[in-house]
């Protein structure tokens, strides 16, 4: 297994340069030495960039629960695979063995089976974090359906969109869920969803806050009765290496969500191999992950990536805050965490509420702590370092994307020395490139341009479901033959990268990934509103948040009703959920605009960030005697 784990900075270098120069033979040992595959693989690596269509392990054969689960009930059986902390701390915990996760597992797959789910069939889970959420996972993928998890913050109409753009045949779901001292009705929600989702033939519902709540007959079913009656072996569907695995949709800056489609073999490959080395997983170590399931950071790490290494990783209900802000520090204490991953608007939430929070839990047993979604500033880097780590953790400031399915670029700990805010450098065969506005790429160190990435990994989304010239325009059209990310990031004088941020129309809220385009569709679904524009503005929780200018469709005085903002941010809710919402609007009589009348959100930005010294140039707008009047008006 000697690329598998890598251990000093030396071995790094030897392994990446091997991983550049002969990228087939690099992932083909790993694949081989570290993984159960039914048929080996005819080809490591195939790809066609015009298509563009990527392949990697052609012709093999496995199913991926075998790989997670199987294979460790000899030596692991009894080993602890999951740990449940409940939202409530006096609820008591739970500690899945992977020999129950198994038989938990194959019956939900036998449930899964006996309502007619196939393989290649689109299933939806939408569930809080709860045993049920990683368990319907891994039951899809033992049949070889194809799950599509719908984060359970989502909106009805949001929960529509996503169940109806992939087909679904069947939803996972539960009465309701809990968030810190509040229940959330999800049935409800899941119900609202399904008023105009002909494809949704059975919704199976798991009983978590006991709510009353109302059954369809004919189409929904308490799941609990039909997993006692579920036999507790299951066949594994033998699927091919590129057989999809999953959708999981992620916003675009145009347009509806991006369903995005991750196959079997690379994927596989991929979140194990990155989980090992960017966690330094050794055998007994607890790792936890504060990610929903909801989000890619779930699926590879706190699911797949994890349990493909045989390790036991912890699946927190709760939140951060409750019953108070000690809580995510009482969890590492009580379950002895080793590596620790969370994401910079936690850190800073954290952060500002008192030291004793973190400092009355004993957080010896941490190791490694990561951090994700985001950019990580400088001062969120320092507290967490201090007061979390002691000095002793290395921080792995970890770059990477829903599409790239796990790590990409990131410290490698006791290997690579840390710098705060730099992801410093890629994971072996990750091959970055940093292009200039010309689209040609910039060589050496100490420039900065959009990042790209240049060559295939095991682990790059395929297609975008339904939608391959999407996929193709959003990721292969910017720059020829180069992935485009979306980001911007800069090389240092060592070849460290730094993530400067997104340069296109996405926002991260929170580490949530939001495209403009739809929430400015929701909000000119309100009567009163004819136009808007969204841009982001730093905010010292959340990284970023949102800024609405919006023009009225009525021009007089008294336009502005007390209730308008609410009322506006109630239409975000319902369409997206409430981590859309604007944190400030503005009403205005016009949007500064090209002559080729598109919104020249650059402005508004200037102007949402209090930074108007330096507005450009203006004078080619169609419109700019606007842009003043938006300025005298900011919020
Ligand atoms: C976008 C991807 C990666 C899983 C969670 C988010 C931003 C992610 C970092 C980081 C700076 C980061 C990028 C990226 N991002 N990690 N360590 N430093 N920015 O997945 O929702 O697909 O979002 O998150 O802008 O493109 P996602």
Redo the contacts with the bound molecule.
């Keep these: 297994m000697s690329n598998y784990h890598i251990k000093n900075l030396e071995e790094y270098f030897q392994v990446y340069r091997k991983s550049i120069r002969d990228p087939e033979s690099f992932w083909e040992e790993i694949a081989e030495e570290n993984f159960l595959w039914r048929k080996r693989w005819d080809k490591v690596l195939e790809y066609d960039l015009s298509k563009p269509e990527f392949s990697w392990y052609k012709g093999a054969k496995l199913n991926i629960t075998e790989n997670c689960i199987d294979r460790h009930i000899y030596g692991r059986g009894d080993k602890t695979a999951i740990i449940f902390e409940p939202n409530d701390p006096s609820e008591k915990a739970e500690h899945i063995s992977y020999n129950q996760l198994h038989e938990r597992v194959c019956k939900f797959a036998n449930v899964l089976l006996d309502h007619g789910v196939k393989k290649g069939d689109r299933v939806c889970i939408y569930l809080p974090m709860i045993p049920e959420l990683p368990v319907s996972l891994l039951a899809c993928a033992r049949i070889g359906a194809i799950h599509s998890v719908v984060f359970a913050g989502f909106s009805s109409t949001a929960l529509h969109t996503r169940i109806n753009d992939s087909d679904c045949k069947i939803v996972i779901t539960s009465d309701g869920s809990y968030r810190g001292g509040k229940t959330i009705d999800l049935k409800g929600i899941v119900d609202e969803a399904l008023e105009s989702c002909p494809g949704v033939k059975t919704v199976l519902v798991v009983k978590r806050i006991n709510s009353e709540i109302s059954m369809k007959p004919n189409r929904d079913k308490w799941l609990q009765p039909l997993l006692d009656e579920a036999n507790n072996t299951c066949v594994p569907e033998i699927m091919d290496a590129e057989d999809p695995l999953f959708i999981l949709y ?1 916003s675009g800056s145009t347009g509806k969500p991006k369903g995005i489609v991750h196959t079997t073999a690379g994927y596989m490959v991929y979140t194990a191999y990155t989980f090992k080395n960017v966690f330094q997983y050794r055998e007994n170590d607890v790792f936890w992950c504060t ?1 929903d399931i909801g ?3 779930g699926h590879s790490y706190i699911v797949y990536g994890a349990l493909a290494n045989g390790a036991t990783t912890v699946l927190f209900e709760g939140i951060p805050s409750y019953p108070d802000f000690g809580r995510f520090w009482e969890v590492i204490q009580k379950h002895k965490v080793n590596q620790f991953y969370t994401a910079p608007t936690a850190i800073r939430a954290l952060a500002k509420e008192r030291l004793d929070f973190s400092g009355n839990y004993d957080l010896s047993s941490l190791k490694i702590l990561g ?6 500033n400088e001062e969120a880097w320092h507290w967490y370092n201090d007061n979390i780590g002691k000095k002793n953790c290395p921080i792995v ?8 399915a796990g790590i990409m670029i990131s410290p490698i700990p006791y290997s690579t020395p840390t710098i705060p805010t730099y ?1 410093t450098l890629p994971l072996p065969g990750v091959q970055p490139a940093l292009m200039d506005e010309n689209g040609d790429e910039l060589k050496g160190n100490l420039v900065s341009g959009r990042l790209c990435l240049k060559f295939p990994w095991p682990g790059m989304a395929r297609t975008i479901w339904g939608n391959h010239d999407r996929f193709r325009e959003t990721y292969f059209s910017t720059f020829k033959d180069f992935y485009f ?3 911007g990031a800069l090389r240092d004088s060592t070849g460290y990268y730094r ?1 400067t ?2 340069v296109d129309d ?1 926002i ?1 809220v929170s ?3 939001l495209g403009t385009a739809p929430i400015e569709d929701a909000i000119n679904e309100h009567p009163a509103v004819s136009e808007s524009a969204i841009v982001g503005f730093p905010h010292d929780v959340k990284g970023n948040a949102l800024y609405g200018f919006i023009i009225l469709k009525e021009t007089g005085e008294g336009r502005v009703h007390d209730n308008l903002r609410k009322e506006i941010n109630q239409i975000i809710t319902e369409h997206i959920g409430p981590i859309a919402k604007l944190d400030k609007i503005q009403f205005v009589t016009g949007l500064p605009k090209t002559r080729s009348g598109k919104i020249m959100r650059r402005i508004l930005r200037k102007i949402a960030e209090n930074d108007t010294d330096n507005l450009g140039d203006i004078s080619t707008l169609l419109n700019p005697e606007c842009v003043q009047e938006i300025m005298d008006g900011a919020v």
């Excluded at 951090?371 to 990580?376: K, Q, R």
């Excluded at 400031?397 to 790239?404: A, F, M, P, R």
């Design positions: 992620t990610a989000w890619i950071t951090s994700v979604g985001e950019p990580i400031d970890t770059w990477w994307q829903t599409e790239t992801a990310t979306g980001d993530i941020g997104r996405v991260i580490g949530h990934n």
